[in-house]
């Protein structure tokens, strides 16, 4: 993209009044914020968590009461109870954070040494950790990248006789493609675990992700969309699995309780009281500052989606609701006078518009290839298989992605309209400035 107007395009803007909008900002006001101009913003995004007196109170509450495990208090109960029935499902169960939502749940359906759990590569790496803590073998398949999920189309392809169970994430809080996805869990028996770390309130179809698959999973850590710092969720309407990730997370006990009956192997995950209260009070704004995101998003979308190399994420038909945890886009630098993402990425910061570069790709995390050489990977797995993993990994669509993935973080979406014109607008002048910009 030129920075100087041609003589046609003069003439056209000169007659809509573009041209005095472009004189007037000109070389000074126009030059990059990184090579010393102003940036077009200055002030902060809103900040996250909100905290309000009403925290401060729930707190000292639980504090003070002194029964601050929730063996003891109500909290966590109560919380789960909300949770529950604003998502449709039947049971909660509050964990101590997202990872053991996710380990609870393979534990309770009985993944183990010697089984395949499908993956999507463009996830945190807690979703291929939970896999790894249960010595199963995470299988990628590819991103779709269009809408940044994982490709349901490619799914049936990486399923084996050792398929013992399908793991999808709502990434950014947009829902993966969950009617594919379910309709290849009926048909090959395996069960679907869904990664909604990320998706607190998203909807397919105007059904909460969550409650679509077997289990889902939440996370409260401290940046998500509901925070308690560190927390997580599981949902189910499975009460047998309900029950078995309830003793599972209170160290194998047969019932909620703190006495000494042992009915499996567990451990101790369970949410405090603190936690539990926070959440109380956060989820008093979480439908509105969701509604919020949601709307401001939309309005985002339709500047950005006008200029040429910017592709924000697409939701599939089914999905109804984006949580909106993150902002995603694709950055096509040829059509920005080929400045590296890095360098856009630098120069949208300096213009006051925080972002990042997102996930690298995981099937190529060095950690795997260490993972399983360890001696309990080879001690359960033929040398053949693992080495065989590496070519059936491969996921060149999600390389790609992951050299053009830029984020916005959620509170980027909190305040007001005029926050994502000043986004729209910064991108805009860095596209105009991008041949200058390059050459710097
Ligand atoms: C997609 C996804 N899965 C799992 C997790 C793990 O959650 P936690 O950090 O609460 O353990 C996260 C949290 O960042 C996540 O984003």
Known sequence: MPDDLTRRKLLGAASTGLLATRVARSASTDKPAVLGGSPVRTAPF???PVIAESEERAWMKVLRGGKWNRLDG???RQFEETWAATLGAKHCLATANGTSALIISLNALGVGPGDE???PPYTFVATVNAVLMQHAIPVFVDTDPETFQIDARKIE???TGRTRCILPVHLGGSPADMDAILEIGRKHSLPVVEDAC???LAEWRHRKVSTLGSLGCFSFQASKNLNSGEGGAILTDDTDLYRVCQSFHNNGRGDAGSGFGYVRNGANLRMTEFQAVLLAEQLKRVEEQARRREQNAAYLTKQ????PGIRPARMYPGATRNAYHLYMLRYEKEQFASLPRARFLKALEAE??????????LNKEPFLKNTFDSRAYRGIYPAKQLAEWFDRNHCPAN???CEEGVWFTQTMLLGPREDMDQIAEAVRKIQRQSGTLARA
């Open 352 to 361: 006051g518009i925080p972002c990042s570069s997102g996930y690298s790709p």
């Open 399 to 401: 390389d790609k992605l």
């Open 157 to 159: 392809a990486a399923i």
């Open 46 to 48: 809103p900040s996250w």
């Open 117 to 119: 759990v499908i993956v």
């Open 74 to 76: 109500d909290y966590t």
């Open 198 to 200: 990320q998706a607190h």
């Open 304 to 307: 950005l989606a006008e200029i």
